[in-house]
């Protein structure tokens, strides 16, 4: 079955403190991966995405994220974390061909806190 | 302004009426889509449309129903709201052109059903 695996429901950090939130998943096409933030009240918005080439990916807001296929895994990164970036994050997975494209299965979250 | 737009932004209602639900986008995609987010569970699909007269069922699409009026409007619509339905909804667009497969959202409608 396809499925997006975030094990962490909740993180905090410290503000400055380096960050990784966890993604597993399970697809059988070949996968096109995704980080999402939502602020409170807010929609959702791509930091960054992942289908071929470098498995690691740049983001916006200084994030990244590393691809590994032997693991199913696409880890989201940040160096050193800032207060405004406490929100929900979340992964997905999406097929990169065929007709349904588009149709992203989100991973259940994880909502990110950041102490002073 | 926002690329896609959806109204109401909150809205109360009480078990049994009817609710509609609208999205209108300005960034000329031709799929939409309608999700649904509950604490803890993510997002889950309901429908989506890959054109005007593609219309499709999601992972949740029982109690509900969608029109895609015109590309650029796609309405969700509870033809009798129960409490369970309380959720955050959100409509999204993406573009078929190679590559791509990235979802750009709305900034969600709040219902709530009493």
């Known amino acids: 079955a396809q499925s997006v695996t975030q094990p962490d429901i909740h993180i905090t950090v410290s503000e400055g403190a380096s960050l990784e939130l966890r993604c597993n998943y399970s697809?059988?096409?070949?996968?096109?991966l995704f980080w999402y933030v939502q602020s409170p009240g807010q929609g959702l918005q791509l930091l960054l995405k992942?289908?071929?080439?470098?498995?690691l990916v740049q983001g916006i807001k200084g994030f990244e994220a590393e691809f590994k296929r032997s693991q199913s895994s696409f880890n989201l990164r940040k160096p050193s974390v800032h207060w405004s970036d406490a929100a929900e994050y979340f992964c997905a997975v999406g097929a990169l061909y065929g007709g349904s494209q588009g149709n992203l299965i989100f991973g259940k979250g994880t909502k990110l806190s950041v102490k002073p | 302004d926002a690329d896609v737009t959806q109204t109401p932004r909150n809205r109360i209602t009480k078990t049994g009426k009817r609710i509609m639900l609208e999205c209108s986008q300005t960034k000329g995609h031709d799929r939409m889509y309608w999700y649904r987010q509950d604490p803890g569970l993510g997002l889950r699909l309901i429908y989506y449309?890959?054109?005007?007269?593609?219309?499709n069922k999601g992972e949740i699409s029982d109690g509900y129903s969608v029109s895609r009026q015109a590309q650029a409007k796609f309405s969700l619509s509870l033809e009798s709201a129960i409490p369970n339905q309380t959720a955050l909804y959100f409509c999204?667009?993406?573009?078929?052109?190679?590559?791509?497969?990235?979802?750009?959202f709305g900034e969600g409608s709040r219902l709530t059903v009493l």
């Open positions: 999204a667009t993406s573009v078929y052109r190679g590559n791509t497969g990235e979802l750009f």
């Open positions: 697809y059988g096409a070949t996968p096109y």
């Open positions: 992942y289908f071929s080439g470098d498995t």
């Open positions: 449309s890959f054109d005007v007269k593609d219309i």
